[in-house]
């Protein structure tokens, strides 16, 4: 058979319409499975004759090996029946696997009860894995990245869990020490905003009446409702983490790892409170990271609704204002701006030192177009002299660019906009008191009053938005605590750039080494209740220093500050004043300690020293620098060495339009939707029951609706995981519809059905042998050991270089296309056999114990399900669980591996699939045509001889025979080349019906000449469209060709006959 990608499953499709109602419930039936018998057989091949029918009838519609185009109509998905697991089974007990395997597939009944038996029996515990008999010795230690405690995971999070689950699984099942931490993120911000806005909602009180410790107690509790689910839909994921070791960042232990860490570094020098610029959100009221500000590209004018603001507000425009030039009443300068609210805080103009339109100007004052007070015109390098009119605003307490431009020539940073978004006093009674855009209003006005307002245009710009709160970010001077960076970023750099820290894909480390060579100085401070309090304590003097600067303590406790305070002071502790800071730390400030804090740092911990540094960090590519590049800082400088030596970063998945996943686009998938399916009703349940705005959520009400306009079918862990690491996921983004899910779901039911034939055919006394002792008794046999190896080989390849894809590709190939097409199918002939060879039975118990146990990391429910129904080995005690049995490796199935008689088998199925086109061409449904193959090579003579008995099974033929050398071909016998050197022939003579054929044949290639003509008259094309024209020709021009040798043999079949010669096609 030809290699087909598990992407040739899947159709391009995301909403999918099934008939009405979604599934139906059916407890599993007691009643004995029905025996494989002929009449299953029967219609097996019935089913697979009436695709075969199917497909040549798309051929003849231009559709054949074309996927649907996405304007074509879906296809619809039928819901399937829902198996339910009811033996009484408390939590923690194993469950029962006595009874008979459900007809179908269900994974509801799959899934049932073993994640509780796994956790009860400690299987993801490292204690447990030091005793297992294939240990190594070697322990391999991952933290997952702490979700946000707010809410529920998304697809995104599951893609994480998939992949580092599937690592931590075969590094268990390989005799590994395995540590894997789970643990979730306190979201400062936006744990704070959902409860702040759920208060208002259902208590109408905003926590400034609450008060901060009542606040908090709020959060407490709104964490303990919510926090568990994030848990459920880990454990539904399959998630075998150490649940002994969870942690949470605002736990005790914790807090006390964070403020070590804050006091470590302003010991050494690393951490101080300085006035500077900061990202600052006027809704929240509190500085804010880089991550959580999203960069908004204008076209030109857009209308934007935003918090606070009594009507829409609109930017993309640019003000052309004149600054009169002082003593010259004729002259100005007229500079652009796209934020006219802080004119007020404008304190100089410049102009470049070499622009020759202003060089007379130097030197000169102009007049502030609104105050009229006197502002210097300054040169400055920094100022493009093309863009625009070369002159700019300076506005040092508003702007990033300003503020080093201020720095640089000695300017004041008078600032306009308050902590609130309205204007200061600064402004003046007219402007004070203003919501900042309501100010730009009248500000304009005024400048068109006085003459000064020199045009208005639409620009194109990049708006700073807030990603929590949708308020425009503005750039305010501030009194924040600050992390040196520069020191630490070195080392990190070098880390990369030595090779002690991987990043793989490697072409992150452009990113890494860009960003560490610019970095500043991070903000740490967060005017925030919710987090960790900063411990800093205001020393408050009744005589302030001569310097004017507040006066600062850091410490452990307020005992220990106080001490330090007496000190700098020369004070007894006792009568000194200390104000402890209220604002609290940044949340990637702590998260950048969980490697080791989720260990017990700053304790000496067993676990510290055991698990430190970790093996390996997986993430998001989205996380390299903000994440995972201060997890390197801190944890290098905390901890004296880098918290792990490697760096496996994921893509961003997007749905199938290639939009990131966010709650108010409506494109947010609950993984626990996708595993048990959902209707579009419930779907839109969870919108309104979130946090969304009524404009988002109509919004993302009607994108939903049209995404999934009957809900989401029933699809699985196991499927979900498989598809998500099916993806590769190391690349591009990953662009996901859950009709690949729902494909995947068709593989796990091929599994099903192939192991309930295999148990069948193993019956209850049979007894493996060792894999040591099985020996091929038939080339078949050879074949599918072969690529069992083979397959082992491939996955374990997979997950040393950690590309899962190369995994799941070789497990998709080696359980649909070697096993259920090939071997099962050649050897249910064998089977029927009386007596029963020995053989088969024992060749297909092993590919189905190895290759479950190959699956198990993927497919941890599935395989766990089916392995458990095995017969054991003998020899020594079995392995509980197949999540600690051993991994199949391809050095232990070496002896197996016949690379050169699977490419000998390849011209066997080439063999097959060309007599299965024939039998299509003729459309032989029924009857089992004899078979002659012709060679003039000896060589490929025996290898054919060696699997007459299998092609004919395969091909759906009757007997087959090699035709002897020098043997003239059978006349009126169809012909199919294979190469240059061999032929098959299939018998026709009293299986067709040659005067009903033709017509049908005729009218095949009328249809097919049509098609030609028309793409041929068609005028050629470039690019993608004119290679698949020139395929599409291609095609057809083959299928006429083989229509036309059809005619002729059946031609020859007719009697001789006026009408017979003068018929054709």
């Given at each position: 058979?030809?290699?087909?990608?598990?992407?040739?499953?899947?159709?391009?499709?995301?909403?999918?319409?099934?008939?009405?109602?979604?599934?139906?419930?059916?407890?599993?039936?007691?009643?004995?499975?029905?025996?494989?018998?002929?009449?299953?057989?029967?219609?097996?091949?019935?089913?697979?004759?009436?695709?075969?029918?199917?497909?040549?009838?798309?051929?003849?519609?231009?559709?054949?090996?074309?996927?649907?185009?996405?304007?074509?109509?879906?296809?619809?998905?039928?819901?399937?029946?829902?198996?339910?697991?009811?033996?009484?089974?408390?939590?923690?007990?194993?469950?029962?696997?006595?009874?008979?395997?459900?007809?179908?597939y269900s994974p509801c009944y799959v899934e049932a009860a073993w994640y509780s038996w796994w956790e009860r029996e400690g299987f993801f515990k490292p204690e447990y894995q030091a005793q297992m008999p294939q240990t190594t010795g070697e322990t391999f230690s991952m933290c997952i990245p702490p979700p946000n405690v707010t809410g529920s995971l998304h697809i995104g999070h599951a893609l994480t869990v998939a992949i580092e689950d599937a690592l931590v699984r075969w590094h268990r099942m390989r005799g590994d020490r395995v540590l894997w931490v789970p643990g979730s993120d306190h979201a400062g911000i936006a744990t704070q905003a959902v409860v702040e806005k759920r208060l208002w909602t259902e208590r109408g009180v905003r926590r400034h009446e609450l008060g901060r410790e009542d606040f908090l107690k709020a959060v407490w509790q709104w964490k303990a409702a919510k926090g568990g689910e994030i848990c459920e839909q880990l454990r539904a994921l399959g998630a075998s983490l150490d649940w002994d070791r969870e942690c949470f960042t605002m736990d005790a232990?914790?807090?006390?790892?964070?403020?070590?860490?804050?006091?470590?570094?302003?010991?050494?020098?690393?951490?101080?409170?300085?006035?500077?610029?900061?990202?600052?959100?006027?809704?929240?009221?509190?500085?804010?990271?880089?991550?959580?500000?999203?960069?908004?590209?204008?076209?030109?004018?857009?209308?934007?609704?935003?918090?606070?603001?009594?009507?829409?507000?609109?930017?993309?425009?640019?003000?052309?204002?004149?600054?009169?030039?002082?003593?010259?009443?004729?002259?100005?300068?007229?500079?652009?701006?796209?934020?006219?609210?802080?004119?007020?805080?404008?304190?100089?103009?410049?102009?470049?030192?070499?622009?020759?339109?202003?060089?007379?100007?130097?030197?000169?004052?102009?007049?502030?177009?609104?105050?009229?007070?006197?502002?210097?015109?300054?040169?400055?390098?920094?100022?493009?002299?093309?863009?625009?009119?070369?002159?700019?605003?300076?506005?040092?307490?508003?702007?990033?660019?300003?503020?080093?431009?201020?720095?640089?020539?000695?300017?004041?940073?008078?600032?306009?906009?308050?902590?609130?978004?309205?204007?200061?006093?600064?402004?003046?009674?007219?402007?004070?008191?203003?919501?900042?855009?309501?100010?730009?209003?009248?500000?304009?006005?005024?400048?068109?009053?006085?003459?000064?307002?020199?045009?208005?245009?639409?620009?194109?710009?990049?708006?700073?938005?807030?990603?929590?709160?949708?308020?425009?970010?503005?750039?305010?001077?501030?009194?924040?605590?600050?992390?040196?960076?520069?020191?630490?970023?070195?080392?990190?750099?070098?880390?990369?750039?030595?090779?002690?820290?991987?990043?793989?894909?490697?072409?992150?480390?452009?990113?890494?080494?860009?960003?560490?060579?610019?970095?500043?100085?991070?903000?740490?401070?967060?005017?925030?209740?919710?987090?960790?309090?900063?411990?800093?304590?205001?020393?408050?003097?009744?005589?302030?220093?001569?310097?004017?600067?507040?006066?600062?303590?850091?410490?452990?406790?307020?005992?220990?500050?106080?001490?330090?305070?007496?000190?700098?002071?020369?004070?007894?502790?006792?009568?000194?004043?200390?104000?402890?800071?209220?604002?609290?730390?940044?949340?990637?400030?702590?998260?950048?300690?969980?490697?080791?804090?989720?260990?017990?740092?700053?304790?000496?911990?067993?676990?510290?020293?055991?698990?430190?540094?970790?093996?390996?960090?997986?993430?998001?590519?989205?996380?390299?620098?903000?994440?995972?590049?201060?997890?390197?800082?801190?944890?290098?400088?905390?901890?004296?060495?880098?918290?792990?030596?490697?760096?496996?970063?994921?893509?961003?998945?997007?749905?199938?339009?290639?939009?990131?996943?966010?709650?108010?686009?409506?494109?947010?998938?609950?993984?626990?939707?996708?595993?048990?399916?959902?209707?579009?009703?419930?779907?839109?349940?969870?919108?309104?029951?979130?946090?969304?705005?009524?404009?988002?959520?109509?919004?993302?009400?009607?994108?939903?609706?049209?995404?999934?306009?009957?809900?989401?079918?029933?699809?699985?862990?196991?499927?979900?995981?498989?598809?998500?690491?099916?993806?590769?996921?190391?690349?591009?983004?990953?662009?996901?519809?859950?009709?690949?899910?729902?494909?995947?779901?068709?593989?796990?039911?091929?599994?099903?059905?192939?192991?309930?034939?295999?148990?069948?055919?193993?019956?209850?006394?049979?007894?493996?042998?060792?894999?040591?002792?099985?020996?091929?008794?038939?080339?078949?046999?050879?074949?599918?050991?072969?690529?069992?190896?083979?397959?082992?080989?491939?996955?374990?390849?997979?997950?040393?270089?950690?590309?899962?894809?190369?995994?799941?590709?070789?497990?998709?190939?080696?359980?649909?296309?070697?096993?259920?097409?090939?071997?099962?199918?050649?050897?249910?002939?064998?089977?029927?056999?009386?007596?029963?060879?020995?053989?088969?039975?024992?060749?297909?118990?092993?590919?189905?114990?190895?290759?479950?146990?190959?699956?198990?990391?993927?497919?941890?429910?599935?395989?766990?399900?089916?392995?458990?129904?095995?017969?054991?080995?003998?020899?020594?005690?079995?392995?509980?669980?197949?999540?600690?049995?051993?991994?199949?490796?391809?050095?232990?199935?070496?002896?197996?591996?016949?690379?050169?008689?699977?490419?000998?088998?390849?011209?066997?199925?080439?063999?097959?699939?060309?007599?299965?086109?024939?039998?299509?061409?003729?459309?032989?449904?029924?009857?089992?045509?004899?078979?002659?193959?012709?060679?003039?090579?000896?060589?490929?003579?025996?290898?054919?001889?060696?699997?007459?008995?299998?092609?004919?099974?395969?091909?759906?033929?009757?007997?087959?025979?090699?035709?002897?050398?020098?043997?003239?071909?059978?006349?009126?016998?169809?012909?199919?080349?294979?190469?240059?050197?061999?032929?098959?022939?299939?018998?026709?003579?009293?299986?067709?019906?040659?005067?009903?054929?033709?017509?049908?044949?005729?009218?095949?290639?009328?249809?097919?000449?049509?098609?030609?003509?028309?793409?041929?008259?068609?005028?050629?094309?470039?690019?993608?469209?004119?290679?698949?024209?020139?395929?599409?020709?291609?095609?057809?021009?083959?299928?006429?060709?083989?229509?036309?040798?059809?005619?002729?043999?059946?031609?020859?079949?007719?009697?001789?006959?006026?009408?017979?010669?003068?018929?054709?096609?």
């Amino acid at each position: 058979m030809p290699h087909l990608p598990l992407a040739s499953l899947r159709p391009s499709l995301w909403g999918l319409r099934p008939p009405r109602g979604l599934r139906s419930l059916h407890p599993l039936s007691t009643q004995s499975e029905p025996h494989h018998g002929p009449p299953v057989s029967r219609r097996n091949r019935e089913a697979k004759q009436k695709r075969l029918r199917e497909r040549q009838a798309a051929l003849e519609a231009g559709t054949a090996g074309k996927g649907q185009s996405p304007a074509e109509p879906r296809k619809a998905w039928s819901p399937k029946e829902v198996v339910l697991y009811e033996v009484p089974t408390e939590p923690g007990e194993k469950k029962d696997v006595s009874g008979p395997l459900p007809a179908a597939y269900s994974p509801c009944y799959v899934e049932a009860a073993w994640y509780s038996w796994w956790e009860r029996e400690g299987f993801f515990k490292p204690e447990y894995q030091a005793q297992m008999p294939q240990t190594t010795g070697e322990t391999f230690s991952m933290c997952i990245p702490p979700p946000n405690v707010t809410g529920s995971l998304h697809i995104g999070h599951a893609l994480t869990v998939a992949i580092e689950d599937a690592l931590v699984r075969w590094h268990r099942m390989r005799g590994d020490r395995v540590l894997w931490v789970p643990g979730s993120d306190h979201a400062g911000i936006a744990t704070q905003a959902v409860v702040e806005k759920r208060l208002w909602t259902e208590r109408g009180v905003r926590r400034h009446e609450l008060g901060r410790e009542d606040f908090l107690k709020a959060v407490w509790q709104w964490k303990a409702a919510k926090g568990g689910e994030i848990c459920e839909q880990l454990r539904a994921l399959g998630a075998s983490l150490d649940w002994d070791r969870e942690c949470f960042t605002m736990d005790a232990g914790f807090s006390v790892a964070v403020t070590e860490a804050f006091v470590r570094l302003y010991e050494a020098g690393l951490l101080y409170r300085g006035r500077q610029l900061v990202n600052w959100s006027c809704a929240l009221r509190s500085a804010i990271s880089d991550i959580e500000v999203d960069s908004r590209a204008l076209p030109g004018r857009t209308e934007l609704q935003l918090p606070g603001c009594p009507s829409p507000v609109s930017f993309g425009l640019l003000f052309s204002v004149a600054f009169p030039v002082d003593g010259e009443p004729d002259a100005e300068v007229v500079v652009g701006t796209t934020r006219p609210e802080t004119l007020p805080g404008d304190v100089a103009v410049a102009v470049h030192p070499d622009d020759s339109r202003y060089t007379h100007l130097h030197g000169r004052r102009l007049r502030h177009p609104l105050t009229g007070e006197l502002l210097p015109l300054i040169t400055d390098p920094a100022v493009q002299p093309h863009v625009g009119t070369g002159a700019v605003k300076v506005t040092p307490a508003h702007s990033p660019a300003d503020t080093e431009m201020g720095a640089r020539h000695g300017l004041s940073a008078p600032s306009v906009i308050a902590e609130d978004g309205t204007m200061t006093p600064f402004c003046g009674d007219w402007l004070q008191g203003l919501h900042r855009f309501v100010a730009r209003e009248k500000i304009v006005c005024a400048l068109r009053e006085r003459g000064l307002l020199r045009g208005l245009q639409s620009h194109a710009m990049v708006l700073p938005i807030c990603s929590r709160s949708g308020d425009v970010v503005e750039y305010l001077l501030k009194s924040q605590w600050f992390v040196r960076c520069r020191e630490m970023a070195d080392r990190a750099a070098k880390a990369v750039e030595s090779g002690a820290l991987e990043l793989w894909p490697a072409f992150h480390r452009k990113n890494w080494q860009h960003w560490f060579a610019h970095i500043g100085d991070w903000c740490v401070s967060r005017q925030l209740w919710w987090g960790h309090q900063i411990p800093a304590y205001q020393v408050m003097e009744e005589h302030p220093r001569g310097d004017g600067q507040d006066c600062w303590v850091v410490g452990r406790s307020e005992a220990e500050a106080r001490a330090l305070a007496a000190a700098l002071t020369g004070r007894p502790g006792a009568e000194l004043t200390l104000e402890r800071d209220p604002d609290v730390l940044d949340t990637w400030f702590s998260s950048a300690l969980f490697p080791f804090s989720a260990l017990g740092w700053p304790q000496e911990t067993p676990d510290l020293a055991r698990f430190y540094p970790l093996s390996l960090l997986e993430t998001g590519s989205d996380l390299l620098l903000f994440w995972v590049g201060r997890m390197v800082m801190l944890g290098t400088q905390l901890t004296g060495q880098l918290p792990f030596s490697k760096v496996l970063l994921h893509s961003m998945v997007r749905d199938r339009q290639g939009r990131k996943m966010s709650k108010s686009l409506g494109n947010v998938l609950d993984p626990r939707d996708i595993i048990s399916g959902v209707g579009l009703q419930v779907l839109q349940e969870k919108l309104r029951d979130g946090n969304l705005d009524p404009g988002e959520l109509a919004f993302a009400a009607a994108a939903q609706k049209k995404d999934f306009p009957h809900g989401i079918p029933e699809c699985g862990t196991d499927a979900l995981r498989f598809t998500l690491c099916s993806h590769g996921g190391l690349g591009g983004d990953l662009h996901l519809s859950v009709s690949e899910v729902l494909s995947c779901r068709h593989f796990c039911n091929k599994i099903w059905n192939a192991l309930r034939f295999i148990l069948n055919v193993l019956g209850e006394k049979f007894t493996p042998q060792p894999v040591e002792e099985l020996c091929p008794s038939s080339p078949m046999d050879a074949w599918i050991l072969s690529r069992l190896a083979g397959a082992a080989q491939e996955c374990e390849r997979g997950f040393l270089t950690r590309e899962l894809s190369l995994a799941t590709r070789a497990l998709h190939h080696f359980w649909l296309h070697s096993l259920c097409d090939v071997y099962l199918e050649a050897v249910k002939p064998l089977l029927s056999h009386s007596p029963r060879p020995q053989g088969p039975p024992q060749v297909l118990f092993s590919c189905a114990d190895l290759g479950l146990r190959l699956l198990a990391p993927l497919m941890p429910f599935l395989a766990e399900e089916l392995w458990q129904r095995l017969p054991p080995r003998p020899g020594g005690p079995p392995a509980p669980s197949i999540s600690v049995a051993p991994y199949p490796s391809g050095h232990s199935l070496e002896h197996w591996r016949q690379p050169e008689l699977e490419r000998r088998f390849s011209h066997v199925q080439e063999a097959v699939q060309a007599l299965r086109g024939l039998r299509a061409t003729y459309q032989l449904t029924k009857a089992r045509p004899r078979v002659l193959l012709h060679s003039s090579e000896p060589e490929e003579r025996g290898l054919f001889q060696a699997f007459l008995e299998p092609l004919g099974t395969l091909a759906h033929c009757g007997a087959v025979a090699l035709l002897p050398p020098g043997a003239a071909a059978p006349s009126g016998w169809a012909q199919a080349p294979l190469g240059d050197t061999v032929q098959v022939y299939m018998e026709l003579q009293g299986l067709v019906d040659p005067g009903a054929h033709l017509p049908l044949l005729a009218a095949r290639r009328h249809k097919l000449q049509k098609q030609l003509d028309g793409l041929t008259a068609r005028t050629p094309s470039e690019g993608e469209a004119e290679t698949q024209r020139q395929q599409r020709l291609s095609s057809l021009r083959l299928e006429l060709a083989k229509l036309d040798q059809a005619a002729s043999h059946l031609r020859q079949l007719m009697p001789e006959t006026p009408s017979s010669r003068s018929a054709g096609p």
